[in-house]
Each structure stands twice: as structure tokens, then as C-alpha cells.
Nanobody, 124 residues
Framework: EVQLVESGGGLVQAGGSLRLSCAASGFTFDDYAIGWFRQAPGKEREGVLCISSSAPNTYYDDSVMGRFTISSDNAKNTVYLQMNSLKPEDTAVYYC?????????????????WGQGTQVTVSS
């Protein structure tokens, strides 16, 4: 059974940093793409970043370029989202999702499995 479990969220002041983890089980890191998404209250879920087994990382949201990075530890079946210089507008529930393809998909709907999310709150 494929499972994704996010962790690392919390409350941080503006300008601070957090590292989110997405621990995956039920599959190996061979052909995959794992994306991070976020959903703020009253808004649609939007893509942030994606990492895949065969292509450069993909930014879905230009507003995080230079602040957020994505990485993977294949030995631990875990993908990380390092978030620096956090802003209040980064406040959201953050989700990771996986598709068993070698390239990051263009749309959210293509992802096959989702985690339950972790709350990130950035205070001003």
C-alpha cells in the first residue's frame, strides 16, 4: 500500500525556515515524481515544487524560487522541502503527492497518491 506522511510543519516567524519531510512507503524510488502542494484557507490547492527520478526539479510556483528547494534521500524514501525566508503568505497546509512516472506532471490531477498534509503557519 502506497503511503505518504508529511511532517515538519509548525509555527514560525516571518523570515524563518522550516524543513518539511514526506516519508514514502509501499514503493521504491525508481520511476517517480513527488510534488509538494499547499492549500491556504479558502483557496485551491496549488503546486509548489516537484522532484522526479529523471528530470530537473520543477517549480510550479515562481514565488518560491530562491526560497524553497526540494531534495530526496532515496535510502530513506523521503523527500524534503526546505523553506527559507518564509512569508505570511506561505501559510497553508502542505501536502506531498506521488505519480509513478519519471517526469513531473503538468497538473495536480495527474498525481496518484496524496498525504494528509502538515500545517505551516508564518506569523508577521
Amino acid at each position: 500500500e502506497v503511503q505518504l506522511v508529511e511532517s515538519g510543519g509548525g509555527l514560525v516567524q516571518a523570515g524563518g525556515s522550516l524543513r518539511l519531510s514526506c516519508a514514502a512507503s509501499g514503493f521504491t524510488f525508481d520511476d517517480y515524481a513527488i510534488g509538494w502542494f499547499r492549500q491556504a484557507p479558502g483557496k485551491e490547492r496549488e503546486g509548489v515544487l516537484c522532484i522526479s527520478s529523471s528530470a530537473p526539479n520543477t517549480y510550479y510556483d515562481d514565488s518560491v524560487m530562491g526560497r524553497f528547494t526540494i531534495s530526496s534521500d532515496n535510502a530513506k524514501n523521503t523527500v524534503y522541502l526546505q523553506m527559507n525566508s518564509l512569508k505570511p503568505e506561505d501559510t497553508a497546509v502542505y501536502y506531498c503527492a506521488v505519480i509513478f512516472e519519471r517526469l513531473c506532471p503538468a497538473t495536480r490531477s495527474e498525481y496518484e497518491y496524496w498525504g494528509q498534509g502538515t500545517q505551516v503557519t508564518v506569523s508577521s
